[in-house]
């Protein structure tokens, strides 16, 4: 890596793959340019390409590095007592996302499909965040505060499929749904894994 005076090798690295994380979500994977990293991260192209041979290769290591940011966005940590509140507060927060919140997800799902390096590295990423989906729910039908007659793996599998599929609805600028209208129905179909524990 180029070096950045009084800033110590692996600074550098982060400030290079920050500065690449900003530009695939600004610009978008086609859009961003090497030149234009290298410049926001006070580096040089030939700095870049002595480390990354493409630049896929480098979406690959920003995507790394900041996998968390990306997929934070699907399932963001968030602490209550009550996991179906929870539940719909994820739900309800899936009809007005901000699209620069996925904007990085966005565009490595894109670019995975030409890159199975990538592919594998937001798998993990992805996989990471359906796991604690699903260790979520399981807590939450240990305490009695879901039913049990759903699969945990199974609900986390749809919560995913569901944030994907509202980072993309975002991301194509579809108008927004009524927020009341959406909020009442998230809580409706929160509900349906909670008649059980209140009856």
Same mark, same amino acid.
């Given at each position: 890596?180029?070096?950045?005076?009084?800033?110590?090798?692996?600074?550098?690295?982060?400030?290079?793959?920050?500065?690449?994380?900003?530009?695939?979500?600004?610009?978008?994977?086609?859009?961003?340019?090497?030149?234009?990293?290298?410049?926001?991260?006070?580096?040089? !192209?030939?700095?870049?390409? *002595?480390?990354? *041979?493409?630049?896929?290769?480098?979406?690959?290591?920003?995507?790394?590095?900041?996998?968390?940011?990306?997929?934070?966005? $699907?399932?963001?940590?968030?602490?209550? !007592? +009550?996991?179906?509140?929870?539940?719909?507060?994820?739900?309800?927060? $899936?009809?007005?996302? +901000?699209?620069?919140?996925?904007?990085?997800?966005?565009? *490595?799902?894109?670019?995975?499909?030409?890159?199975?390096?990538?592919?594998?590295?937001? *798998?993990?990423?992805?996989?990471?965040?359906?796991?604690?989906?699903?260790?979520?729910?399981?807590?939450?039908?240990?305490?009695?505060?879901?039913?049990?007659?759903?699969?945990?793996?199974?609900?986390?599998?749809?919560?995913?499929?569901?944030?994907?599929?509202?980072?993309?609805?975002?991301?194509?600028?579809?108008?927004?749904?009524?927020?009341?209208?959406?909020?009442?129905?998230?809580?409706?179909?929160?509900?349906?894994?909670?008649?059980?524990? +209140?009856?």
């Amino acid at each position: 890596m180029g070096r950045i005076a009084g800033v110590t090798p692996e600074e550098t690295r982060e400030r290079l793959l920050d500065a690449a994380a900003r530009t695939f979500e600004r610009k978008g994977y086609e859009g961003a340019t090497v030149a234009q990293i290298a410049k926001d991260a006070g580096v040089s !192209s030939g700095a870049i390409y *002595a480390h990354y *041979a493409t630049k896929a290769e480098l979406l690959v290591d920003a995507l790394r590095a900041h996998r968390e940011r990306a997929t934070a966005a $699907l399932f963001p940590p968030r602490r209550r !007592s +009550n996991v179906a509140d929870l539940l719909v507060a994820l739900g309800v927060r $899936l009809g007005t996302r +901000n699209p620069q919140a996925t904007a990085l997800l966005a565009e *490595a799902l894109l670019a995975s499909r030409r890159d199975a390096e990538l592919a594998q590295v937001l *798998a993990t990423a992805l996989g990471d965040r359906e796991q604690r989906m699903a260790a979520l729910i399981t807590r939450g039908q240990a305490a009695g505060e879901l039913t049990r007659d759903v699969s945990p793996e199974a609900a986390a599998r749809f919560a995913l499929m569901l944030g994907l599929g509202a980072m993309l609805v975002r991301t194509v600028d579809l108008p927004e749904t009524d927020p009341a209208d959406w909020t009442a129905f998230i809580r409706r179909v929160i509900g349906a894994f909670t008649e059980e524990t +209140n009856q």
